[in-house]
């Protein structure tokens, strides 16, 4: 690996005009290959302090070992070369759209004698007129079929041609009509060809002409009592109508463009594309592609463009009068004259706003989060990639035992109310959910994010250690024993400050013990036995928090990791410096879908306490107050500070309300206003509607 330090050009040698550069390795092959509009300032950008380059960039210089340029006359010639570069040396750090499947095409072969229609894939070939993609290829097949019996063009291939003009009689297809049978001469050359361009005529969109000459042709037969004829044609309108009708309308007739949208994440993208034609999606398409540049939507848009309809081989009605992408490109006008160039007329290029196709656009991009969402299941699921995971999270990471429980910790708050966390739980690289907890956090432990994550590690492995030994001292603990939000040492009750659902959020500063199934709770596992790798969301801050925690409670078995959000650097509790994995590594992938579920069931949790907070009331905390008699005592009284005013003898008016509750509920009521601690209880909302139901 050589120090870009030993290669960098001078700065004075690197000229200031538009051009290529390819980075070279030390067996001189291209492991980059960029374009920039002022060479000296992108080139010189490569050779800063390595330290302030992203993982993806400093492993593509430390890997090259020298750089040349070539100086264009303009930013499209520069994009022409960068394109032509890339396809000839296919450098391993740009960025390559993957094909997800070899995509089948409709083909007909006019520069044949006898065209021939067919399901074609791979590359495109001369003077034959390409229609599609389809998708699946099921699709295209009852397609053709259902067009040969109006459009009886040759199917077959080469030998069964050339045999059936050898003995003089016909396939199959030429005894059931559909088959014209130019073999054995029922049809002449030129009219089979005719024959074809009208089937390309079809397909290229003029099927309404079709269908107004047949329906026209059957009357005639009608008026000549020719009822034969008249329902053989009517059988052909229906099935032309068929095929007609298969494609979903989704624009008006004039419109043939092709729609791409994109979806994201720190390490890969989906790419998916609809390709519209006469106003009809005949066709779909999608790519992924791992982001081993630093680049954003708009780079990606450009490379995109450059891959699909930079094939010198394709036909120029390949590119449609329409290119709807979700974001332009830097050079949208260079890019525009270069897909105009290949089309050979205009080509737009642009984001649509509003109306059917900025709706459309919508629906593609559902279609690529949907299939970025399966990549990931599909490569999560994989065994080997799973053990390839685990196995480079132990070595990156220098761990002495494999990684056979990795439990993940995430805080989540709105400007420091609510606060929350969540651990989610992978075993052998697959979930396990149903260890997944959540915490809620109040008092000093909510004061930030790593006083919090301190907190709520200590619960998890206080907790552990308490079925395991029995409760730890509380000195060991600022908390009490639940963590400063329930009570209970979690060895009698479901409340050992974690909410698993029935009881979250609801029990906060409160001494009272839930009501519990002892004998459930007692058997009951709370933790399972503790992780090999404990990953935090955060950076240095929340890394040592987590390590202070541990080592508090006196374990020194259990490893902790941090993965900062900005850069996905992974930090260590004893590093001044991040552990930087390779962008396209699966210990990487393995520790974002983690970090990523982690987050989610936190944010699924907070806005769920949230939830339950907006709606809170001053009778929320009266012991022995159910709905009922608060819906009650709101109905009679009108509000809670009319319940507030009113005497005992007043309260005891209400139905359900003895001498008992109503001393509670005065008792509690004066209290909370002395203390002040109602005006940090917002009143009951209807969510729904907005009505204030007490106040």
């Not at 390595?50 to 994009?79: I, K, N």
């Not at 001393?663 to 917002?682: H, I, K, P, W």
Request: net charge neutral.
């Amino acid at each position: 690996m050589a120090d870009p330090r030993s290669y960098r050009p001078q700065t004075g040698e690197i000229p200031v005009d538009p051009g290529v550069y390819r980075f070279r390795d030390e067996h001189s092959r291209v492991v980059y290959v960029g374009k920039a509009k002022n060479l000296r300032s992108r080139l010189n950008s490569y050779f800063a302090n390595p330290q302030g380059l992203l993982p993806r960039t400093r492993a593509m210089v430390f890997t090259a070992a020298s750089v040349e340029w070539t100086v264009v006359g303009s930013e499209l010639e520069a994009l022409q070369l960068e394109y032509t570069w890339i396809k000839e040396f296919n450098p391993r750090f740009n960025v390559m759209f993957r094909d997800d499947k070899s995509y089948p095409y409709l083909a007909v072969t006019m520069g044949e004698k006898y065209p021939r229609v067919q399901v074609m894939r791979g590359d495109r070939r001369k003077d034959t007129r390409y229609f599609g993609p389809f998708y699946p290829a099921k699709a295209i097949r009852e397609t053709v079929d259902t067009l040969l019996r109006v459009f009886p063009v040759r199917t077959c291939s080469s030998g069964v041609f050339k045999r059936a003009e050898r003995t003089g009689r016909p396939c199959l297809l030429g005894y059931i009509d559909k088959c014209s049978a130019p073999c054995v001469g029922r049809i002449s050359p030129e009219e089979h060809r005719d024959l074809a361009a009208q089937f390309c005529d079809f397909m290229g969109g003029q099927a309404t002409r079709f269908i107004v000459d047949l329906e026209k042709r059957m009357a005639a037969a009608v008026a000549e009592l020719d009822y034969e004829s008249a329902a053989r044609t009517r059988d052909d309108i229906a099935a032309l109508k068929r095929v007609f009708e298969r494609n979903t309308v989704v624009l008006s007739e004039d419109t043939d463009a092709d729609i791409f949208a994109l979806k994201e994440d720190e390490l890969e993208a989906a790419v998916q594309v609809f390709h519209v034609r006469g106003g009809r999606i005949r066709g779909q398409r999608g790519w992924m592609v791992e982001k081993v540049e630093d680049m954003g939507t708009a780079d990606l848009v450009e490379h995109l463009l450059q891959q699909v309809y930079g094939d010198g081989s394709s036909s120029n009605n390949q590119i449609p009068r329409e290119v709807l992408v979700p974001e332009l490109p830097s050079n949208a006008d260079e890019m525009s004259v270069w897909l105009a160039g290949l089309r050979g007329a205009r080509v737009d290029l642009r984001v649509p706003r509003r109306g059917d196709k900025a709706t459309l656009l919508g629906t593609v991009e559902q279609n690529a989060a949907d299939a970025l969402r399966l990549h990931k299941s599909r490569r999560a699921g994989d065994l080997t990639t799973r053990s390839a995971a685990l196995q480079e999270l132990q070595e990156a990471l220098d761990l002495p035992q494999p990684l056979m429980r990795i439990e993940c910790f995430d805080i989540s708050h709105v400007q420091g109310t609510n606060v929350v966390a969540s651990m989610v739980v992978v075993e052998d690289g697959l979930p396990r959910k149903a260890d997944y907890r959540r915490f809620s956090i109040t008092g000093d432990a909510a004061r930030d994010d790593t006083a919090s994550m301190y907190d709520v590690i200590q619960r998890r492995f206080r907790n552990y250690l308490a079925e395991k030994t029995g409760p730890v001292p509380q000195g060991m603990n600022s908390e009490d024993d639940g963590g400063g939000n329930s009570s209970g040492s979690g060895s009698g009750n479901n409340n050992d400050g974690v909410n698993d659902g029935n009881n979250a959020g609801n029990n906060s500063g409160s001494a009272t013990v839930p009501r519990a199934d002892t004998t459930t709770a007692t058997t009951r596992q709370k933790f399972a036995y503790p992780p090999n790798l404990v990953v935090v969301d955060g950076g240095q801050p929340q890394v040592h928090a987590a390590a202070r925690a541990l080592k508090d409670l006196g374990i020194d078995d259990v490893f902790v990791i941090g993965l900062a959000k900005r850069l996905e650097e992974v930090w260590l509790p004893d590093s001044d410096f991040p552990v930087i994995l390779p962008r396209a590594s699966e210990g990487l992938f393995l520790l974002q879908r983690i970090r990523d579920e982690a987050h989610r069931f936190a944010i699924a949790f907070h806005r769920q306490k949230r939830g339950k907070s907006m709606t809170a009331s001053a009778l929320d905390s009266v012991p022995g107050l159910g709905p009922s008699k608060k819906k009650s005592l709101l109905a009679h009284f009108g509000s809670v500070k009319k319940i507030r005013a009113a005497s005992l003898a007043e309260l005891q008016a209400v139905p359900g309300v003895g001498p008992s509750l109503a001393e509670t509920l005065q008792r509690t009521l004066a209290l909370a206003a002395t203390d002040g601690s109602t005006a940090a209880v917002a009143p009951a909302v209807n969510m729904a509607t907005g009505e204030i139901l007490d106040s």
